[in-house]
């Protein structure tokens, strides 16, 4: 399969903990999103790299929330201290510059924090 | 970015075509309509999007006003997998095309 994956599907954390996930985009794809869902409620933008240029971050939750694309392939998206309220499913997506609108979905990955 | 209004829920026969509405009417000139689903437990799909004319690819149709303040998304004949929360979103395109804003979506509940 080609498409965007990441990893863990699932985390379990206790409260204070640092987490880190991980996402391998499409490979012809430069752009690569980070988005947060809650029970019941839609995606919710992160942050957004062109190839290894982060360029909008202004919309990360906190500064607990820390985004990297160091070779412009590959992401991660760390949170440190984790609480309770950043339980959620965290979602990556890419896209190919020219088809921009058109984002190519992972399946997720969970975080449960206790 | 434009905000949305979609309803709710809906059901759907299956085999009948499901018929989704979806109200923008603060679009501005460049904004353009997309439509994602998303099946329970999975990311959400790219489904079909429009700037003005009508679009139709292999998943779905979609209609947009001559006003542009409405969108409908149509899928011709409805299976159980199609049964998801559908999204109806409006943004840029291009390089302002980033951040899409999802609301709740419509959950449509194919019916045997």
């Known amino acids: 399969d080609t498409g965007v994956s990441q990893d863990p599907r699932h985390k379990i954390t206790k409260r204070g903990q640092n987490v880190t996930f991980r996402c391998d985009p499409i490979?012809?794809?430069?752009?690569l999103y980070w988005y947060r869902q809650t029970l019941g409620q839609g995606p919710e933008f992160l942050t957004y790299?062109?190839?290894?240029?982060?360029?909008?971050k202004s919309r990360l939750l906190s500064d607990r929330f820390s985004a990297e694309r160091p070779k412009g392939s590959f992401s991660t998206l760390e949170i440190q201290r984790t609480e309770q309220g950043d339980s959620a499913m965290y979602l990556c997506a890419s896209s190919q510059q020219g088809a921009a609108g058109e984002l190519f979905f992972g399946e997720g990955s969970r975080l449960t924090v206790l | 970015d434009a905000k949305t209004t979609q309803p709710t829920s809906m059901d759907c026969a299956e085999g009948r075509a499901a018929n989704l509405p979806c109200n923008h009417s603060t679009i501005s000139g460049n904004e353009y309509v997309y439509w994602y689903r998303q099946i329970h437990s999975q990311g959400p799909q790219y489904i079909i999007h429009?700037?003005?004319n009508n679009e139709t690819n292999e998943m779905a149709s979609l209609i947009i006003t001559e006003d542009r303040k409405s969108s409908t998304l149509i899928l011709p004949h409805a299976t159980l997998r199609d049964t998801a929360v559908y999204y109806c979103?409006?943004?840029?395109?291009?390089?302002?095309?980033?951040?899409?804003?999802f609301g709740k979506g419509t959950k449509l509940s194919v019916i045997p």
């Open positions: 490979s012809e794809h430069n752009r």
């Open positions: 429009g700037l003005k």
């Open positions: 790299f062109q190839n290894e240029a982060q360029l909008e």
């Open positions: 979103i409006v943004g840029l395109a291009g390089a302002g095309s980033y951040q899409l804003t």
